[in-house]
């Protein structure tokens, strides 16, 4: 008498897998917040000061 062989998985086994990736696509999603903070972007060093009354008269 043979077994059967079961190719389905289990809700239980499914269910796991799918919050266990879950769980690891979370934690990627911190570090790489946590990394980017840390990286230092360049910023203007100079005010840009736009005189827009001109614009605000002609309208």
Do not use: C, H, W
């Not at 059967?4 to 998985?9: C, L, M, T």
């Not at 809700?11 to 769980?23: E, F, Q, R, T």
């Not at 690891?24 to 005189?51: H, R």
Request: no cysteine.
């Amino acid at each position: 008498m043979q077994l059967k062989y079961n190719r389905q998985s289990s809700i239980g086994s499914s269910l796991l897998k799918i919050l266990v990736k879950l769980l690891f696509a979370i934690v990627i999603f911190i570090v790489a917040i946590f990394l980017i903070e840390k990286i230092n972007f360049p910023s203007p060093e100079k005010n840009y000061n736009i005189d827009v009354t001109n614009e605000i008269k002609k309208l």
